[in-house]
């Protein structure tokens, strides 16, 4: 008969229609644990707000559009006119604009923010990772920022503002803005000594022009770049802004854009400084010192990014195994599979508990003797 070899039976429904917070016990559990009680409330409310729009099917769909659809590199303009531009498919702004809007970027200025944006970046990597990495840099600049009273205070309310602005415009006429980071070059990845881009220093202090490349540069539609250059007195850390005060771009060429195995939505670049303006950060000759707050911060979120893959995939398997029959039973009945996802579901919440602890703030960490220092910091034994 025709169309019965297309029956579908013993499927699982997609897994959609759910709080990705409020569902991790978890997570939930960790928040408890390192927030404020009185902060409580309105984090939960706000998470699982952000957890249900995480289980959505529309979400869903948005980050299957933005991953098959990658962005597209524009070097140029119909007339020949360099602009160094990336298109995006709709769904992924909508996905950053959503991410931004949600506090991911803004620990640093609300109440219990580190916490809070930890469980926010683990539950949002649940929807789309990719998104999460100008989120992360974005969040990440900030403490490097802070090397430089004076470039913080201009940058730093921009950063954490909770407003996505995707048009490149000079940034003090955006509420809100995005940064990336640029240290690896062709020669060298992990050991960013062997940097060859130079700066040469012009006539107002602190500011140079860079000359070099960058093999390896994220998100490169940011508004602007925490980098590392060769100056007079060795590797020093640079602010690359995208377009100038003035209005006209920054030198700041896109060759092309990496063909990458994951991570795929999201943009990473192959970069070329001619003649591009970049301001000091911090002092010449300690660039590694100044943005390794940065870097650090980001690699919270390979602990928190990592953490909430995981967890996906243990939903996804339970899912599964909750709807998917073999040898007259549910999978999840079978006492070897309940093994199996015993294993799974105790090493993501490991994860998620390491992950939370790492980003609590360190006035309530708990010192090397193992007593509490900070009044509100409950000893790691409840954890
Ligand atoms: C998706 C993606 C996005 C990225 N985005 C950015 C970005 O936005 N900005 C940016 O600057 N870079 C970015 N990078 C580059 C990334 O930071 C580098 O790839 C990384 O620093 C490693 O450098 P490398 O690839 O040159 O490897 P190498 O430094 O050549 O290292 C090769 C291997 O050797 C190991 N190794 C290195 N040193 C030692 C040692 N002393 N002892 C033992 N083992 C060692 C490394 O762990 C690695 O496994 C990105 C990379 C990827 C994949």
């Known amino acids: ?33 390192h927030l404020d009680p009185e902060l409580l409330d309105e984090a939960h409310g706000e998470l699982s707000a952000l957890g249900r729009a995480a289980g959505s099917a529309q979400l869903q769909e948005w980050a299957v559009q933005a991953n098959e659809n990658p962005p597209r590199l524009r070097t140029h303009d119909r007339y020949g006119h360099r602009v160094d531009e990336v298109d995006f498919h709709p769904a992924w702004h909508r996905l950053l604009g959503k991410g931004v809007g949600a506090g991911l970027t803004a620990a640093w200025t609300r109440p219990g923010g580190h916490v809070r944006r930890a469980a926010g970046f683990l539950v949002w990597t649940q929807v789309e990772a990719g998104n999460g990495c100008p989120l992360s840099m974005t969040h990440a600049a900030v ?33 809100g803005a995005l940064f990336g980071m640029g240290m690896t070059e062709k020669q060298g990845g992990s050991d960013v000594r062997a940097n060859t881009t130079s700066a040469r220093p012009l006539a107002e202090d602190g500011t140079y022009v860079l000359t070099g490349h960058k093999w390896f540069c994220s998100a490169p539609m940011s508004d602007g770049f925490l980098v590392l250059a060769q100056a007079a007195e060795g590797l020093t850390c640079f602010l690359v802004p995208r377009v100038l005060e003035d209005g006209t771009r920054n030198r700041f060429l896109i060759q092309r854009l990496k063909e990458k195995l994951g991570n795929r939505s999201n943009a990473s670049a192959e970069v070329e400084f001619d003649g591009t303006w970049a301001r000091r950060v911090g002092e010449e000759g300690r660039g590694v010192r100044t943005i390794i707050d940065m870097v650090a911060a980001t690699r919270l979120d390979c602990v928190l990014g990592s953490a909430g893959l995981m967890r996906a995939a243990v939903a996804q398997a339970l899912h599964h195994c909750a709807y998917r029959e073999a040898f007259g039973g549910k999978l999840l009945d079978k006492p070897l599979m309940r093994n199996v996802l015993a294993d799974l579901a105790l090493e993501s919440e490991a994860a998620t508990v390491l992950g939370l602890r790492l980003a609590r703030p360190a006035t309530t960490a708990v010192s090397r003797s193992g007593r509490c220092c900070g009044s509100r910091c409950r000893p790691p034994s409840t954890g």
């Open 143 to 175: 403490p490097a920022l802070r090397a430089d009273p004076e470039l913080a205070a201009e940058w730093v309310p921009r950063l954490t503002s909770m407003i996505y602005e995707r048009e490149l415009r000079p940034a003090g006429q955006k509420a």
């Open 1 to 33: 008969m025709a169309g019965s070899t297309h029956t579908v039976t013993n499927q699982p429904p997609p897994l959609l229609g759910y709080d990705v917070y409020g569902t991790d016990q978890a997570l939930v559990a960790a928040v408890e644990r």
